[in-house]
């Protein structure tokens, strides 16, 4: 399964060696996680620029792999 969310990339310091990325989503982290949660989802994500969200349906749809909108 697959599931994708849009935010905003945040300036942010080097909190940990490698690539920190902060976060700006447009709902609130409560609900985020409320849905995360209620999903299933994993921890394990993938962050890149522009809004890939249809494309990302459109594949799963093809590979009859289960997708989540958050």
Request: glycine share 10%; aromatic share 12%; charged share 25%.
């Amino acid at each position: 399964r697959m599931s994708a969310i849009t935010g905003e990339a945040i300036e942010c310091g080097m909190e940990f060696p490698g690539n920190p990325l902060k976060v700006r989503f447009q709902c609130s982290l409560e609900d985020l996680n409320e849905k995360i949660a209620s999903q299933g989802i994993g921890h394990h994500w993938m962050a890149g620029y522009g809004d890939v969200r249809k494309e990302l349906e459109y594949f799963c749809s093809l590979n009859k792999i289960q997708y989540y909108a958050l």
